[in-house]
């Protein structure tokens, strides 16, 4: 099995993502939680990083796995060849 690790990794940081910006989205009007961030709503733009981050990983991988299914390596014959 060929798996990707960018897909699980991209699925997990755009997941995380979501949740801290639906978080900055729901808490954007609260000064007072921002308020030791200089009113900076830091959960919105790291949310929105970490978003952009994983669909980016993701869509890499998926990319990589279609390009893997159209023209697959050859197998590998186990054979150790020692230069002499």
């Known amino acids: ?4 690790l960018r897909i699980p990794m991209g699925l997990m940081f755009t ?3 979501l949740v801290l910006t639906l978080f900055g989205i729901a808490t ?6 921002y308020a ?7 959960n919105l733009w790291w949310g929105l990083v970490l978003l952009v981050f994983g669909l980016t990983m993701f869509l890499m991988g998926r ?7 159209k ?3 050859p197998p590998e014959t186990g ?6």
């Open 1 to 4: 099995m060929r798996l990707d």
């Open 15 to 17: 997941l995380t993502g």
């Open 28 to 33: 954007n009007g609260n000064a007072e939680l």
């Open 36 to 42: 030791r961030s200089l009113g900076i709503n830091a």
């Open 63 to 69: 990319s990589s796995q279609k390009q893997l299914e």
């Open 71 to 73: 023209n697959p390596p």
């Open 79 to 84: 054979e150790v060849r020692r230069g002499h």
